[in-house]
T-cell receptor, first 116, second 109 residues
């Protein structure tokens, strides 16, 4: 089956620093990748949708200058949390959709970010 | 707009059967997903329904009625490892997933 990896699986950083999270589709080409955030005991919240080679589309209320998304290739998307603050601490999950397959999204294992 | 409702929490006994309901309102519909999510992990795919009816896959079955805006996930022969959150998500007209808040299922011995 389609596999999506994320790196790192967890990260602890100091307030004010930037953190980069990678999302890779290992055995398929992902024309579209999605970035979600999930706070404890809450459902997934879509942050942005990125299509390979174009700018990401951000959901309302998500700061595009704070959450930088790059989808430079068909197998890699990155999310950079700039100037992280404790309120950015969350579980970040990416998912990928294969080109031509509009239904199913394949999820990465998630990245736990803790900002001190 | 879109809206998805599912119970916040349910409790069931090991070996029993449980049905988790999901109701939704949406202007555009391209299918409904059920995902399982264990604490601290990403969601894993369980089922996808786009036509009315029941889809059976081992111990798990999913039902959809588009006219009623209703779906359920049926879990049979419950195991302790089935304790998890179960997320209902609909695929809207833009092929984006709209997520329910999830149902936390607790399985007791």
């Amino acid at each position: 089956g389609a596999v999506v990896s994320q790196h790192p699986s967890w990260v602890i950083c100091k307030s004010g620093t930037s953190v980069k999270i990678e999302c890779r589709s290992l055995d398929f080409q992902a024309t579209t990748m999605f970035w979600y955030r999930q706070f404890p005991k809450q459902s997934l919240m879509l942050m942005a949708t990125s299509n390979e080679g174009s700018k990401a589309t951000y959901e309302q209320g998500v700061e595009k200058d704070k959450f930088l998304i790059n989808h430079a290739s068909l197998t890699l998307s990155t999310l950079t949390v700039t100037s992280a603050h404790p309120e950015d601490s969350s579980f970040y999950i990416c998912s990928a959709r294969e080109g031509g397959q509009v239904e199913e999204q394949f999820f990465g294992p998630g990245t736990r970010l803790t900002v001190l | 707009g879109q809206n998805i409702d599912q119970p916040t929490e349910m409790t069931a006994t090991e070996g029993a059967i449980v049905q988790i309901n999901c109701t939704y309102q949406t202007s555009g519909f391209n299918g409904l997903f059920w995902y399982q999510q264990h604490a601290g992990e990403a969601p894993t795919f369980l089922s996808y329904n786009v036509l009315d009816g029941l889809e059976e896959k081992g111990r798990f079955s999913s039902f959809l009625s588009r006219s009623k805006g209703y779906s359920y996930l049926l879990l049979k022969e419950l195991k302790l490892k089935d304790s998890a959150s179960y997320l209902c998500a609909l695929l809207d007209s833009n092929y984006q997933l709209i997520w329910g808040a999830g149902t936390k299922l607790i399985i007791k011995p």
